[in-house]
T-cell receptor, first 114, second 113 residues
Framework: EAGVTQFPSHSVIEKGQTVTLRCDPI?????LYWYRRVMGKEIKFLLH????????ESGMPNNRFLAERTGGTYSTLKVQPAELEDSGVYFC????????????FGSGTRLTVV | GDSVTQMEGPVTLSEEACLTI???????????LFWYVQYPGEGLQLLLK?????DKGSNKGFEATYRKETTSFHLEKGSVQVSDSAVYFC????????????FGKGTRLSVIA
């Protein structure tokens, strides 16, 4: 089965620009998670979708971040406008169930804001 | 809130050396504990897990034992290989599934021939 796919793999943008990250989960996985790792720090939770609904968005840093999951399939995470501190690796994960940590992660998108 | 603390890296070892990466957690109760690994250019992969006290998770020669007395889940391997070079993340989750995975900062391991 195909894994979790994220693109782009790398993105370099200037401060103030907009970037949209995409995540394609494993087919049939209702749960989709976004995480972020800023250089040298923990991987931090951003938000959790169950199908197309936001179950938990407590980790979203501010209103410059907008996540969507139209139709309960792929998800996008838009950063507008991007700031220097948004640089990091953005991971997406999907799972069939919420329990047991049975997540499958994508390879991540490395975002650099200059 | 819940947190996971890992030893600071990077860790550099020669091939066939013993590895220990320390991990302790702060949580009220008994979460499930995990080690994830990220090989260069790849996503996070689950390496092993333990869901209750005294459980031992193992995979690919790696082991970790859930110690509730010391709230620890140290990762060990008796003889590392160059192919083990990666970043290792300790993590916890509550079994209710109502909260997401909580990760440590990660420990980069480099194994040299």
């Amino acid at each position: 089965e195909a894994g979790v796919t994220q693109f782009p793999s790398h993105s370099v943008i200037e401060k103030g620009q907009t970037v949209t990250l995409r995540c394609d989960p494993i087919s049939g996985h209702d749960n989709l998670y976004w995480y972020r790792r800023v250089m040298g720090k923990e991987i931090k939770f951003l938000l959790h979708f169950v199908k197309e609904s936001k179950q938990d968005e407590s980790g979203m840093p501010n209103n410059r971040f907008l996540a969507e999951r139209t139709g309960g399939t792929y998800s996008t995470l838009k950063v507008q406008p991007a700031e220097l501190e948004d640089s990091g690796v953005y991971f997406c994960a999907s799972s069939q169930t919420r329990t047991g940590g049975s997540y499958t992660f994508g390879s991540g998108t490395r975002l650099t804001v200059v | 809130g819940d947190s996971v603390t890992q030893m600071e890296g990077p860790v550099t070892l020669s091939e066939e050396a013993c590895l220990t990466i320390n991990c302790t957690y702060t949580a009220t109760g008994y979460p499930s504990l995990f080690w994830y690994v990220q090989y260069p250019g790849e996503g996070l992969q689950l390496l092993l897990k333990a869901t209750k006290a005294d459980d031992k998770g193992s995979n690919k020669g790696f082991e970790a034992t859930y110690r509730k007395e010391t709230t620890s889940f140290h990762l060990e391997k008796g003889s590392v290989q160059v192919s083990d070079s990666a970043v290792y993340f300790c993590a916890l989750i509550w079994n209710s599934g109502n909260t997401p995975l909580v990760f440590g900062k990660g420990t980069r391991l480099s194994v040299i021939a």
